[in-house]
């Protein structure tokens, strides 16, 4: 028997097209600073930023069509679902990535987070995963808890 390991499609291409899903539903105020974070990544990739939305009624759709009128790297959706595994499968299924990721409404990424990544996949074509640290900070930005990924 054939391991499925063997079926997927190796090396990553350099520089990788890297998507990033991300599921909201009524988290404007947090997809802001979300939207900051993962738009402002700079390096040697190309960016594909998709986000799926629950139907949000707090402003979430026209800060979505902004940015999508104003980024094409941003694409989205915004229709009710059954909830945030839901809302990641269907991102997953928009991905076109060689490289995808999700992240949270209510999470950022740090400066040259992505980077970081399409780097660690250029040093390791054949790859097929990859975990990386992370903190848990408050609303000011301080860590509160360190992260268990070392």
Request: hydrophobic content about 35%; proline content about 9%; some cysteine.
């Amino acid at each position: 028997m054939q391991s499925p390991i063997s079926n997927l499609q190796s090396p990553i291409p350099d520089p990788p097209r890297i998507s990033v899903i991300t599921p909201s539903f009524n988290l404007c105020d947090y997809l802001r600073r979300t939207a900051d974070s993962v738009l402002s990544q700079r390096g040697p990739f190309d960016l594909q930023w998709v986000i799926i939305d629950g139907g949000s009624t707090d402003g979430t759709l026209e800060l979505l069509r902004s940015l999508a009128a104003s980024d094409p790297r941003v694409h989205f959706t915004s229709e009710p679902d059954r909830g945030q595994s839901h809302a990641i499968n269907k991102g997953l299924a928009r991905a076109t990535g060689d490289v995808v990721t999700w992240l949270n409404a209510d999470d950022l990424y740090a400066p040259r987070a992505i980077a970081s990544v399409a780097d660690a996949f250029s040093r390791h074509p054949n790859a097929q995963w990859l975990v990386g640290r992370y903190e848990v900070i408050d609303a000011h930005d301080r860590p509160i808890r360190p992260g268990v990924v070392r």
